[in-house]
């Protein structure tokens, strides 16, 4: 070039990109390009370099704006059967990717980059007793997606069991009872056992409930049979 090459941005988004130098005076000479963007998404600009004698140059900078890794945090409602996921919001984020892995790093059936929608939080079931598991969150936001987020491990507790004893079948006649005892056990449990009968009515209970304490629960439960006709 004969004389300095000067250089000047334009188009809309012209003002999200700035230079070192507006003008080149030696050659060769660096010019540093600044990337400064207000909002998720992809912006560009145009770049025109001009010299007396010389034709122009023009070059289109494209910058791209993603959004902020979410910051995942301690799981709650952690269960033997699932738990919640959390996660706090990102700035222009419309949607979150949640991913679960299992104790090896494998993907938990179900939760491989599962779009939950624009919350902070996500029930997360399919899952095992006594196990470990760690999840991740993507945010998502006017098409473009985070990184990862940092991972937050979780082991679910030790699942509720309850156990009895199998009882046959009744006999009796018709006006008369036939009662029988079956023996109810329970640990890891989180509230008191309910007993109940579905079907015919003539079998009935002695007691609705067996108390739960310390997580385990223990009783007899008399089934009486009662049949009204043959």
């Known amino acids: 070039y004969d004389s300095d090459v000067k250089l000047a941005l334009s188009g809309e988004n ?11 005076t030696e050659f060769p000479s660096d010019v540093n390009f ?6 998720i998404g992809e912006f560009s600009a145009t770049l025109t370099a001009t010299s007396a004698g010389a034709q122009d140059k023009i070059l289109t900078l494209t910058g791209f704006a993603k959004p902020a890794a979410p910051v995942a945090s301690v799981a709650t409602n952690v269960e ?3 738990f919640t996921a959390n996660w706090a919001s990102v700035d ?12 090896n790093g494998n993907v938990v059936d179900g939760y491989e980059n599962l779009e939950v929608g624009n919350a902070t939080s ?16 993507i945010a998502i936001g006017n098409g ?12 679910s ?12 079948e009744f006999e009796t006649s018709v006006g008369a009872t036939a009662e029988k005892t079956i023996y109810i056990d329970g640990v890891n449990l989180t509230g008191d056992v309910t007993v109940s009968l579905d079907g015919d009515a003539a079998f009935s209970t002695n007691v609705s409930s067996i108390a739960t304490t310390d997580g385990a ?14």
């Open 157 to 168: 507790p030790k699942g509720a069991v309850i156990t009895y004893v199998a009882i046959g």
């Open 92 to 103: 222009g984020a419309t949607n979150y990717i949640i991913n679960v892995y299992d104790a």
């Open 14 to 24: 012209a003002g999200l990109f700035s230079l070192s130098s507006a003008s080149v």
């Open 122 to 137: 996500y029930n997360v079931d399919n899952v095992s007793p006594e196990q470990s598991y760690t999840y991740d969150v």
């Open 217 to 230: 629960a223990s009783g007899a439960v008399a089934i009486t049979f009662a049949p009204a006709a043959v």
């Open 34 to 39: 600044t990337f400064n963007p207000t909002a």
């Open 80 to 82: 033997s059967s699932g």
């Open 144 to 155: 473009a997606a985070s990184d990862k987020s940092n991972k937050i491990s979780v082991t």
